[in-house]
């Protein structure tokens, strides 16, 4: 489904990220593991394409297509959901409409019918419960005050609505309660089926004891220098990262 | 145009027989400490950040009878649920008007005759002044005591016929005590250029009430200066909210003096500005009584080479104690090349009070931007609907659903040609 190869990336003309290989099946489900500073959340805005994260050499491909000169609401049309490690808030902006907003788009693409606003409700509404959401929150500002585990619950609510087929995972644990952890890890575990993979990047080996990666990678400097199943990440738990750098 | 030029109009003026003649020592006056202090330059601190180039290099001339059409599709202003009330180049057309019975339309004599001929006090500004003594036109709309106006009075003001007219207006609202009404006034053209330079004054009584509006949707090059004079007394609230969206230059001067006790003083505003079009508000709100609330609040959305001046001033004098008061502008630029002048300022005099202030101007937020795109959203309607989200807040205190309604259109017709 997604596929990474020799990924060379600059921020302010400086490399961070110095060839990356990266292979996600359909239905896998992949963690990335690296410090603060390892290119982690490079990785991300590469893939989703954020400005000023300047692809310098190799490819990435969705689907079977390079996605390189992609805008970013392409590669979301196409299948591709970042939950962010810091949801942006959007004064103004009221959150159902942005939701219902971003489905219609979706509905447009696949060239199905869009949801007039209370087919929405309905629709939003069944999906705020496998989410625990108040729906008090629907009727804010996008992420408007919002608590930390309040943003990323509605990012993943927003995960459940567009119904994308690859989706990244950016830190969605860090500064989270345990049971908002709990409840975004059977989010996810319930969401991943055989057509579905996930890329979950991650700091700790926490979020790692609810959801099951099928791969673990570790980061270092820009590079991959590891790879391996699920007991990498209790390895590094145990030892750290410092037996890993060259 | 130049000192000679406005010289030839008021010689036009003082030698019209229509104008009552009681008035002429009045103009004559104003007219010599125009030519006395001469027409704002850039060196005066007010005036800094106002272009008035357009105004200096264009030629004006003061309306004939013959300039007003009626032939105009009034259909393009009408807002749901108003009384309309028509002037053209600064006359009241009484058959094309519907005004409510409970309101008293009088003409600036009858309303001058019926006031002792006390003419209100200015701040004698070169505009102020010139408006004194170019004075054409305009009309007075009173109230009475003990009446509420349910359906808002719409006042039309429109100029037509031949290109580049002076229109020199005064306009008077008495709301008398413990009364209430909604206000709008639009300023709107069917000629491409003119120069209209107004003086309104209102009063808000004890126990009253005044919303009112102001739209400023304007050809091109058009110039609106205009001052507004409100006075308010105890127990009366004012809500104030101005809507301009064209015109080479809107300027307005407010002054509000909170005159008497436990009154309230709601002003905000939405400016919003495309190609090299100039808006600059400057208000005073004077609090000279104790236990007043103000705010001022004011936005601007600017695109292209527009450029805005906001100068909020408030006033808390010695005697006015317990005084809440708030300031608040921000402006989003939608262009490099746009620029925003912000000035809130408060003086404050008295020690029990609670006083904000805070201005902010920037561009697009494109953390948000992206944020909108990832979730499917193209790069135009994440914009529209960040710019939308940026203004919403404050359309949505206009109450009156209708007026809230025709504005938005305004802004989304605007926001289509701008995004």
């Known amino acids: ?246 | 145009m130049n000192v000679n030029d406005y010289q030839n109009e008021f010689n036009k003026i003082i030698s019209r027989k229509y104008f009552p003649s009681r008035l002429n020592n009045s103009r004559q006056k104003a007219f010599s400490k125009f030519l006395d202090i001469g027409l704002p330059t850039k060196k005066w601190e007010d005036w800094r950040h106002t272009d008035l180039s357009f105004l200096n290099k264009n030629n004006f001339r003061i309306s004939e009878a013959n300039d007003a059409f009626e032939n105009i599709d009034f259909s393009k202003y009408k807002i749901k649920n108003t009384h309309t009330l028509v002037i053209i180049n600064g006359h009241y057309v009484e058959h094309l008007s519907d005004a409510p019975k409970e309101l008293r339309v009088l003409t600036n004599h009858e309303y001058l005759e019926q006031n002792d001929w006390r003419q209100k006090d200015k701040k004698d500004t070169p505009f102020d002044l010139l408006n004194t003594s170019l004075c054409d036109s305009g009309m007075s709309f009173i109230i009475d005591p003990d009446t509420d106006i349910d359906k808002p009075i719409h006042i039309l003001f429109i100029c037509s016929g031949s290109e580049n007219l002076i229109i020199s207006p005064q306009v008077n609202i008495d709301i008398s005590r413990s009364s209430s009404a909604t206000v709008i006034e639009q300023y709107a053209s069917e000629t491409s250029s003119f120069f209209q330079n107004n003086c309104v004054f209102a009063s808000v009584k004890e126990n009253a009430s005044l919303n009112h509006l102001r739209i400023f949707s304007n050809a091109n090059k058009t110039i609106n200066i205009s001052s507004s004079y409100i006075e308010q007394s105890e127990n009366s609230n004012y809500k104030y909210f101005q809507f301009v969206d064209s015109g080479a230059l809107q300027r307005s001067d407010i002054y509000n003096s909170l005159k008497g006790t436990n009154s309230n003083c709601f002003l905000s505003g939405l400016t919003i500005l495309d190609d090299d079009q100039q808006s600059a508000t400057y208000i005073t709100t004077d609090h000279i009584m104790p236990n007043c609330t103000s705010s001022q609040n004011f936005k601007s959305v600017l695109n292209n080479k527009s450029s805005g001046v906001f100068n909020g001033r408030t006033i808390v004098r010695e005697d006015s104690q317990k005084t809440n008061s708030k300031q608040s502008n921000k402006n989003l630029l939608l262009s490099d090349k746009a620029t925003m002048n912000s000035n809130p300022q408060l003086e404050i005099y008295a020690d029990d009070v609670k006083c904000a202030h805070g201005s902010t101007t920037g561009a697009l937020d494109n953390e948000a931007l992206f944020y909108m795109q990832s979730r499917g959203l193209d790069r135009e309607s994440a914009s529209s609907l960040l710019i939308r989200g940026f203004v919403i807040e404050l359309m949505e205190e206009i109450e009156n659903k209708d007026l809230r309604d025709y504005l938005f259109n305004k802004f989304d017709n605007w926001l289509i040609k701008n995004n």
Request: net charge neutral; aromatic share 8%; charged share 30%.
């Open chain 1, 1 to 246: 489904m997604l596929e990474i190869n020799n990924l060379h990336v600059e921020v302010e003309n400086k490399e961070i990220l110095s060839g990356i290989d990266l292979k996600i099946k359909a239905g896998e489900m992949h963690a990335i593991m690296g410090l603060n500073g390892s290119g982690k959340s490079t990785l991300s805005n590469a893939i989703t394409g954020r400005e000023n994260y300047n692809v310098t050499k190799g490819d990435i491909t969705f689907k079977d297509e390079s996605i390189l000169e992609m805008e970013p609401n392409e590669r979301a049309l196409a299948g591709i959901f970042m939950s962010f490690q810091y949801p942006t808030v959007i004064p103004g902006v009221n959150n159902t409409y942005f939701l219902r907003a971003a489905v219609n788009a979706k509905k447009k693409y696949r060239g199905e019918k869009e949801y007039d606003a209370a087919t929405f409700l309905k629709f939003v509404k069944s999906k705020l419960k496998e989410v625990e959401m108040d729906a008090k929150y629907l009727k804010r500002a996008v992420n408007e005050g919002f608590s930390g585990g309040e943003k990323k619950r509605n990012e993943m609510l927003q995960l459940l609505c567009l119904e994308p087929e690859l989706a990244i995972m950016d830190e969605t644990d860090s500064g989270l309660d345990i049971d908002a952890l709990k409840i975004i890890s059977r989010g996810i575990n319930k969401y991943k089926n055989n057509s579905r993979s996930f890329l979950v990047i991650t700091h700790y080996q926490r979020l790692l004891k609810y959801i099951e990666p099928d791969v673990v990678h570790v980061l270092i400097d820009g590079k991959i220098v590891k790879s391996g199943g699920k007991e990498l990440a209790l390895e590094l738990e145990e030892k750290g990262y410092s037996w890993l750098e060259s």
